[in-house]
């Protein structure tokens, strides 16, 4: 057990079982919903019902911070834009806002470390303002990583407890794909020009500066890759620690989650080396086109649920794969099997044409 995480209880296979039976009852041909039916006896599984309930209270939590890496060149993007984009979040005009609408989710933003004040309701869980830059010098002090792991942690609670039956993680921070891809690269021991991509859309130019931040980020990386918390503190920063503990935490209180893309799937890989089968609970919303997400769903055995070329971050591509797991819950929920319909089934031998004249 490492900061008080350890291994988690998956979800109930029996219920699976029970559900993917129940499956083979409903009004259709067997598995012609193909992978539906894998996701709704998931859901069945973490709720520990053969029945599942739709989703009551999807909640997103976007976790934002900023990363002194970002002064260096490695994005297409200015570090005050985090700050801005926070209160984008709270007036309710990012992309996050409107997929959440649609997809039936609400949002909350948290600034774990961003470089910029922003508004008290957000800002109850930060750390410090803007993480180290890891090309040269640690992201965190010890302090601060376990401060960050246990906001993470809270964060998950509070939302439990308020009731949320499904959570979606998100992140906004410009430059935090450079540490993503150092944890990722690290992890899944991936030479940097392999694992690299354009981030915000830097430049050739930009994109070999990033090579070079992230190269460098590995070198200081790799002798503590085996320790998922001294790795989050030299490597990665307080926003992806508190993803990090977010994710763990989730999965200890057994509610299921879908992640996002690459920089909230670093925190996933680190999350799972920090408590075990946590990966267990959790979905992958989309692949986006950066290189080391793909590294990391092949790490985790997450095979995504669309691939649509998104990259942008805010839990934006797991907000639109959102409908396709309520449709899942619906199809083994409300659908009717054939006992209950008076439909035959392939097993039934048809009724004999009638030999009168």
């Not at 988690?8 to 409903?26: F, I, K, S, T």
């Not at 020009?193 to 590995?218: E, F, H, L, Q």
């Not at 790795?231 to 057994?254: E, N, P, S």
């Not at 649509?308 to 899942?328: C, D, F, I, K, Y």
Request: glycine residues 10%.
């Amino acid at each position: 057990m490492t900061h008080g995480f350890g291994p988690v209880v998956p979800p109930n296979a029996e219920v699976r079982a029970a559900a993917r039976e129940r499956q083979r009852q409903l009004t259709k041909p067997v598995e012609s919903l193909g992978r539906l039916e894998d996701l709704g006896n998931w859901v069945a599984a973490c709720q520990g019902v053969a029945v599942p309930k739709q989703f009551e209270r999807a909640r997103v939590v976007v976790f934002a911070g900023d990363h002194g890496v970002a002064k260096h060149g490695v994005s297409a993007y200015p570090s005050e834009v985090t700050v801005q984009m926070v209160g984008n979040f709270l007036a309710g005009g990012a992309a996050v806002n409107a997929l959440a609408a649609v997809a039936g989710a609400t949002v909350r933003v948290v600034d774990i470390a961003v470089d910029g004040e922003t508004d008290p309701s957000v800002s109850a869980h930060k750390v410090r303002r803007g993480s180290g830059s890891i090309d040269r010098e640690d992201a965190l002090t010890e302090a601060e990583v376990t401060a960050a792991l246990a906001a993470g942690a809270a964060i998950a609670d509070e939302e439990v407890d308020a009731g949320a039956d499904l959570l979606v993680v998100g992140d906004m921070g410009i430059g935090n794909t450079t540490p993503a891809t150092v944890l990722i690269a690290t992890l899944t021991g991936t030479e940097p020009v392999a694992a690299v991509g354009r981030g915000t859309g830097v430049d050739d130019a930009g994109w070999i500066r990033k090579v070079a931040a992230i190269r460098d980020g590995m070198r200081r990386a790799r002798p503590i890759a085996t320790d998922p918390v001294d790795l989050l503190r030299v490597a990665g920063g307080a926003d992806l620690a508190a993803m990090t503990g977010f994710l763990a935490q989730a999965a200890a209180r057994r509610t299921p989650v879908i992640l996002d893309g690459v920089v909230v799937t670093a925190a996933a890989l680190v999350a799972e080396d920090l408590s075990a089968c946590a990966k267990a609970w959790w979905v992958a919303g989309h692949r986006s086109t950066e290189p080391a997400h793909t590294l990391a769903l092949r790490h985790l055995s997450l095979e995504p649920l669309l691939e649509l070329n998104m990259r942008l971050g805010e839990a934006s591509g797991a907000l639109t794969a959102l409908p396709v797991l309520r449709a899942a819950v619906a199809t083994l929920a409300e659908m009717s099997t054939f006992a209950d319909a008076g439909v035959s089934t392939a097993d039934e031998e048809p009724a004999s044409p009638s030999l009168t004249k």
